[in-house]
């Protein structure tokens, strides 16, 4: 039982590395906080955390986990585009400006769905690589 789960534990870390090193954001700052989520980009900080709440991740939460490595990743691929202050700033604006339109600042917000359309669209061929390389 405890083998298996450090093995769990090491396999997960070696697809957030293996992740993290391919879209070349392997240096971004990165926190270990317990939380719900999986992931999350701090925009405020600049900051990738990471859940510590999933030592162990089930075969049915693998989608949900690729999916959301990808999302936080792709705002850790735009803070390292713009540097994560200016980007901090365009987030800001395009938040306020759905709210000025009168709509959602997270679910209208132009790097939300292009964060989470980038997870939608790339998870499967981890999921292929990381089976294939028997990490779950
Ligand atoms: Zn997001």
């Known amino acids: 039982m405890l083998i298996k789960e450090f093995i769990s ?3 997960k870390n070696k697809m957030i590395a293996d992740l993290l090193k391919y879209h ?3 240096n971004v700052k990165v926190k270990m906080k317990s939380m719900k989520d999986f992931a999350h980009y701090d925009v405020d900080r600049g ?3 990471l859940s510590t709440k999933y030592s162990k991740i089930k075969n049915s939460q693998i989608k949900e986990f690729l999916i959301t490595m990808l999302h936080e990743i792709y705002h850790a691929m735009d803070a390292k ?3 994560w ?3 901090k700033e365009m987030y800001e604006l395009e938040m306020n400006y759905q709210i000025g339109m009168g709509k959602d600042e997270y679910k209208d917000n132009v790097y ?4 989470e ?4 669209s790339n ?3 981890w999921y292929q690589k990381f089976k294939k390389e028997e990490l779950f």
Do not use: M, P
Request: glycine share 8%; no cysteine.
């Open 81 to 83: 585009k713009y540097g």
């Open 112 to 115: 939300e769905i292009d964060a």
């Open 117 to 120: 359309k980038f997870g939608q």
């Open 24 to 26: 070349k954001v392997q």
């Open 85 to 87: 202050k200016k980007f």
């Open 47 to 49: 900051v990738l955390e």
């Open 123 to 125: 998870y499967r061929k």
């Open 9 to 11: 534990e090491t396999n």
